[in-house]
């Protein structure tokens, strides 16, 4: 894995838990400063986070990271990669340099009817399938593929529990050129 991919996978963990290590804004508060050293410690570079509402950035010896967490599609999802019908209820996307990634929760019907139509549309979109795995059964069940392009590598997954929880996730990732 290129070092920009790693990067942005360590950023995007990093900003899972932005709401709880950088608080809600003003100076730096000693939860950002905090937030900065985990950075530095995991990316191994000096690391400088700007918090301005749901866009984190952050800056580094190998240029800037910005990360955005919300609700709805990202606007900068990649306009040839679709994305099934249903609601997207969160997500996180970030970009470094020419490298992106993005991903998404959707609420949909039957999670498992949608991710077999999705597989489908990705297929009718020029991505080819790599990997898929189905595992568990009854209410307790996983379905997940992996399918790229020469430009896009997208990780798709559903699954279900025992408290009946069901939910889609598609995780989008710039193609590793190295």
Do not use: Q
């Amino acid at each position: 894995m290129r070092r920009t991919s790693a990067r942005l996978v360590g950023l995007t963990l990093i900003v899972a838990f932005a709401p709880i290590l950088t608080g809600c804004g003003g100076s730096k508060s000693a939860e950002e400063k905090t937030a900065e050293r985990v950075a530095e410690k995991l990316l191994g570079d000096e690391v400088d986070i700007d918090r301005k509402g749901d866009k984190i950035t952050f800056k580094g010896e190998d240029g800037d990271t910005t990360l955005e967490v919300g609700g709805g599609k990202p606007k900068d999802w990649p306009s040839d990669v679709p994305l099934p019908d249903g609601k997207v209820t969160s997500s996180v996307s970030g970009t470094s340099g020419d490298d992106g990634g993005w991903t998404v929760t959707m609420d949909v019907g039957d999670p498992f009817a949608v991710i077999d139509e999705y597989r489908d549309e990705i297929t009718g979109a020029g991505f080819e399938v790599t990997h898929s795995v189905e595992s568990g059964s009854g209410k307790d069940r996983v379905k997940s593929f992996i399918a790229s392009n020469s430009k896009w590598t997208l990780n798709a997954m559903v699954g279900t529990d025992s408290n009946n929880a069901k939910a889609l996730f598609v995780s989008v990732m710039t193609k590793s050129r190295g």
